[in-house]
């Protein structure tokens, strides 16, 4: 966030030490001057998006087109409640090209429309990654029909095809997807094996090319605070920015779990990034739990969300914090982690969960 900085750090500050919030300072705010956002949605000023707005900060969702095309309460909460939105899945490689020259945009422009009937910003979500690629690509190289030369000639045309296509539409691109591991070491993937450590500097160099203006990105998780995995990514970016390539933000995607505590230092890391810099994000915070949820976990997933989002507040240059899904009727979480799941912010009746009071109250006392 840029706008509010000063007064947002003295309020936080005293959020911390009292350990409640000043409830005055939310009550006299300015909620006439909450803009136009809630105007145009013709809803009340006190929305995520109002109170993000005020902050100077972007509030996102992924989406899921299937539930936007389906589900009327979900539907109206998006346009309601972010002024950013990500495709959770339609524009990943998979979804673009299932036949191998036959893109398919549509469900992808259909998410672009939305955001711009809604007065939107659109986040791309991602050029380059090692999951979700095509059948035919990953077929391909297993078999050796697609070599190494032919596997970067590819994926050069994917990032022109995709980047070109949404050219002007979105203000920050996921250009390279988890490129490190858990340890620190360049992920190995068919990206490194076959064309080496440098398509990293060569996506992005694409990727400016295909929209010069967009703000580009690499994004990972379990980078949300200090440790192996986000110092190697300190370094890699260090060295990018050595070399002139065009990066321009960290995006800390903020997939944490009560059961693993949260790291204090989230706000340490994000002023290192950008003393290099870059602007950050927080690009897919859920707060997944083992099931079933009860009342303290659920406030520790609310401390989870603000610790995220505070860091963010307070920073100089975090422009964007987006939640991976706002409800739990549709969240990635059970499907992935076995036993886990009540990660969002609403719960699946699309009731307001703690963790969404304290997003609220934590956007209200730093706008
Ligand atoms: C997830 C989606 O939420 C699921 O619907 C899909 O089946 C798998 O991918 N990191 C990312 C996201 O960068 O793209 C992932 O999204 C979650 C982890």
Known sequence: MVAGAAVAAAVLVSLNATGAPA???????????????????????????ALAKRAGLKIGTAVDMSALNNDATYKDRVAAEFNSVTAENVMKWSEIEPTRGVLNFGPADQLV??????????????????????????????????????????????????????????????????VIDDNGQLRDTI???????????????????????????????????????????YELVKQLKADRVPIHGFGMQGHLGVQFGFDGRALQNVQRFEALGLETS?????????MPADNPKL????????????ACLLAKKCTSFTVWGFTDKYSWVPGFFTGQGAANLLDENFGQKPAYQAVKETLALAG
């Open 23 to 49: 409830a005055p300072v939310a009550s006299v705010a300015p909620v006439a001057a909450a803009g136009q956002d809630a105007a145009v949605q013709g809803g009340n000023a006190d929305t995520l998006r």
């Open 191 to 233: 990206w490194l094996q076959k064309l080496g450590p440098g398509y990293i500097a060569d996506v992005f160099r694409w990727a400016h090319q295909a929209d010069p203006k967009a703000k580009l990105y690499i994004n990972d998780y379990n980078v949300e605070g200090l440790n192996a995995k986000a110092d190697a990514y």
């Open 282 to 290: 927080f690009t897919e915070v859920d707060v997944r739990m083992l």
């Open 299 to 310: 406030h520790a997933q609310a401390n989870g969300y603000s610790i995220l989002l505070r």
């Open 113 to 178: 429309a939305f955001a711009k009937a809604n007065g939107q910003s659109v986040r791309g979500h991602t050029l380059l990654w090692h999951s979700q690629l095509p059948g035919w690509l990953t077929e391909g190289v297993a078999s050796g029909d697609i070599d190494s030369a032919e596997l970067r000639q590819l994926l050069k045309q994917h990032v022109f095809d995709v980047a070109g296509h949404f050219r002007g539409k979105i203000y920050q691109w996921d250009v390279a997807n988890e």
